[in-house]
């Protein structure tokens, strides 16, 4: 508990309590200036910690009240971090200012949410990026035995099948390796790779849906060119967009993957000859929003899995930019810091 004299600017009295819990006396924090810089040493946070407990005083006041509350995130003077529910009564001419330790019960619901998230995520998953192609297998399945179908349009339909299934199983890895990093359960190792025998590996796996469609697949990237990174997730993040690449790039189209090197990261780029998507459906993406179209068109759908990857790059080091537009093809940067195996935790 802190008693503050606001006409003085004063700190009258820190309790026993406060001293053992923050660690600051009365004479090291001797006014309310000299308490915000050591309880929110980050300058952005701690104007906004202000504004908001300016805002909430002017409120209570317009309501004649006396009380006023506010949850923060206090750096304690030993250097750590715990959240605080703050409550200011006025007692006469001063202010009691008492801070109850809310850590536990803050980081308890943090986590709900985080759980609430990742149900979302994967109720969105299965309602629309797994069972719509899981519809599409079922009916090519159902409609077979009524078809009098050659040797070719045999193979052709085995060809689509095999790629319907190769897209769902990219989007539950990248949906697992999400939840995974979420619940800290995942391990980065990072090892070096070399991205054009990496790339011209997963190359492979597409020739089929490429000839399906005649669309090439280029990779332009210097054979030097190396990356310490994590192989599994960089597989996940490069698997996912190529699958949307050759999903929408148009038929005889080009999908071409180059790779540039600075000192400070690397960037790789896919790009397709697609429809292109509009400035909205790329911020929808990498701000993780609600895409209001989806529902309207499911095949235009840019999917969840973009998202997802999105989302792991940023938590494991990296970052995922795109450049697009209606009609002008799409160009997907996933950047990859300069990072050195012993130096990376997960």
């Known amino acids: 508990m802190i008693i503050y004299d ?19 006396t009365k004479e090291e924090i001797p006014n309310i200036n000299e308490w915000h810089i050591k309880a929110y040493p980050d300058e952005h946070y701690r104007n906004e910690v202000k504004k908001n407990w300016k805002k909430l005083l002017k409120d209570v006041q317009a309501e004649d009240e006396l009380h006023a ?11 750590t971090y ?5 409550h200011r009564n006025v007692v006469g001419a001063v202010d009691v200012i008492t801070y109850n330790n809310v850590d536990e019960l803050y980081k308890e619901n943090e986590q709900l949410a985080s759980y609430n998230e990742q149900i979302k995520m994967l ?10 192609p899981l519809s599409v297998l079922k009916n090519m399945v159902d409609s077979y035995a009524s078809l009098d179908l050659s040797k070719e349009e045999m193979k052709e339909m085995f060809s689509s099948i095999s790629l319907e299934i190769d897209q769902t199983f990219q989007l539950i890895n990248a949906a697992l390796l ?21 790339f011209s590996g997963i190359k492979e796996n597409y020739l089929a849906a490429c000839k399906e469609k005649n ?11 190396n990356i310490t990174y994590d192989a599994f997730i960089l597989e996940v993040v490069a698997r996912n967009i190529i699958n949307n690449a050759v999903k929408f790039c148009f038929e005889n189209g080009i999908i071409a993957v180059t790779c540039n090197q600075s000192a400070g990261y690397t960037d790789i780029h896919i790009k397709d000859d697609g429809p292109g998507m509009s400035k909205e459906k790329i911020n929808n993406i990498l701000l993780n929003r609600e895409d209001p179209g989806k529902q309207k068109d499911e095949k235009k759908g ?15 080091h990296g970052e995922m930019m795109i450049e697009s537009g209606i009609n002008q093809g799409t160009m997907v940067t996933v950047r990859i810091p300069a990072l050195h195996a012993e130096n990376i935790q997960s």
């Open 82 to 86: 715990k959240w605080y529910e703050i």
């Open 6 to 24: 606001e006409n003085e600017d004063i700190n009258l009295f820190a309790n026993k309590c406060f001293v053992e819990e923050i660690g600051y």
């Open 69 to 79: 509350k506010q949850t923060v995130r206090i750096r304690a003077k030993n250097g």
């Open 178 to 198: 999400w939840i995974s990093s979420k619940n800290e359960t995942f391990s980065f190792h990072a090892e070096a790779i070399n991205l054009y025998h990496f």
């Open 302 to 316: 840019f999917g969840v899995g973009l998202k997802i990857i999105n989302q792991c790059l940023r938590k494991y």
């Open 123 to 132: 109720l969105s998953i299965i309602s629309h990026d797994v069972r719509t």
């Open 215 to 225: 669309i090439v697949i280029k990779i332009d990237a210097d054979r030097n060119i």
